[in-house]
């Protein structure tokens, strides 16, 4: 009787043991999982702040044209100056 006991308790250390483990290995399964997403989350973070941060300046400078353009002495000479836009009796020589 008292080997039976014995017995029972080994089975029942050895079951919880592999059940522990098992526990164990797929909380490191998935923590390793995660971890390898976060670094994938992060490089993107990082490129979407630098892509930000051109878009912004970007928008800054067309707000800047934006309010350049407004003054209608300065759209003038940009029309000029871009399009090749003459005044009357204005001849246009484009150099390369």
Known sequence: MNNKLKERKRRRVVLTSIFCFFI?????????????????KTKEKK???????????????????????KNPEYAARYAREKYLYSKNGEKILKID
């Open 47 to 69: 490129q979407l702040i630098t892509e930000l941060e051109n878009l912004q300046e970007e928008e800054k400078i067309l707000s800047d044209d934006v309010e350049k353009l």
């Open 24 to 40: 164990i290995s797929l909380s490191v399964i998935f923590s390793i999982g995660n971890a390898f997403k976060i670094r994938e």
